[in-house]
Nanobody, 115 residues
Framework: QVHLVESGGGLVQPGGSLRLSCAASPSTDTFNWMGWYRQAPGKQRELVALISNLGSTNYDESVEGRFTISRDRPWRSLYLQMNDLTPDDTAIYYC?????????WGQGTQVTVSS
């Protein structure tokens, strides 16, 4: 069983930055990919960014150029550097990992962008 624990959320002003972290326990080299999703109040959970086990990345167009996903090898920690935040980025951010047909989720961390 894999456990994912997010951290780094909080309250930030528009234009500010935050760095989210996701710790995987146990660390493993078997994930096909890991990613960040978010869910705003009243909205469906949506993909923010993905990174594969080969290091290729994919971003939602709303965060392209502002957010950067990265990870340690083997999969021990996943990161999301978020810059130039706007109120539209306010949501609960979830860490996700996929391996051999199994989908794992963290408990989420709240990001609030407000002045």
């Amino acid at each position: 069983q894999v456990h994912l624990v997010e951290s780094g959320g909080g309250l930030v002003q528009p234009g500010g930055s935050l760095r989210l972290s996701c710790a995987a326990s146990p660390s493993t080299d078997t994930f096909n990919w890991m990613g960040w999703y978010r869910q705003a109040p009243g909205k469906q959970r949506e993909l923010v960014a993905l990174i594969s086990n080969l290091g290729s990345t994919n971003y939602d167009e709303s965060v392209e150029g502002r957010f950067t996903i990265s990870r340690d090898r083997p999969w021990r920690s996943l990161y999301l550097q978020m810059n130039d935040l706007t109120p539209d980025d306010t949501a609960i951010y979830y860490c996700n990992a996929y391996s051999a047909g199994a989908n794992y989720w963290g408990q989420g961390t709240q990001v609030t962008v407000s002045s």
